[in-house]
C-alpha cells in the first residue's frame, strides 16, 4: 500500500521544499525593500531599481501562492489514496 504512495510523497517534498526556499528568497529581497521610501523625479534610477525589486518580488509571491496551493492538493490526494486505499482493501490505517 505504501509503496504507491511514494511518489506522490516524494513530488510532495520537492514541491513543499522549493515553497520554503521561495518563502525565504522572498524573505531576504524584502530586507532590500524600503516600504516609505518616496522618490522625486530626481532619484528617477532609484525609483527604476525600487520598481524592478517590486515586480521581482510580486512575480516570487505569485510563484509561492501557486505553488502552496499545489502543495496542498498533493497532500491532500496522497492522504485520500491512503485512506482510499485502506478502505478498499479493509486494512487498518495504522498497522
Known amino acids: 500500500m505504501m509503496a504507491e504512495l ?3 510523497i516524494i513530488a510532495w517534498a520537492v514541491v513543499t521544499t522549493v515553497v520554503l526556499v521561495l518563502a ?3 524573505l531576504t529581497l524584502g530586507l ?4 516609505g521610501m518616496h522618490l522625486d523625479a530626481a532619484e528617477a534610477p532609484q525609483a527604476r531599481a525600487k520598481a524592478a525589486m ?3 518580488i510580486d512575480k516570487v509571491e505569485l510563484y509561492g501562492k501557486s505553488l502552496t496551493i499545489v502543495s496542498a492538493v498533493l497532500i491532500g ?4 489514496l491512503w485512506v482510499y486505499g485502506a478502505v478498499m482493501t479493509r486494512q ?3 498497522p
Request: aromatic share 24%; no cysteine; glycine share 0%.
Open 32 to 35: 532590500h525593500e524600503d516600504p
Open 24 to 26: 525565504f528568497y522572498r
Open 77 to 80: 490526494l496522497t492522504v485520500f
Open 54 to 56: 517590486e515586480r521581482r
Open 92 to 94: 487498518p490505517l495504522f
Open 6 to 8: 511514494v511518489p506522490w
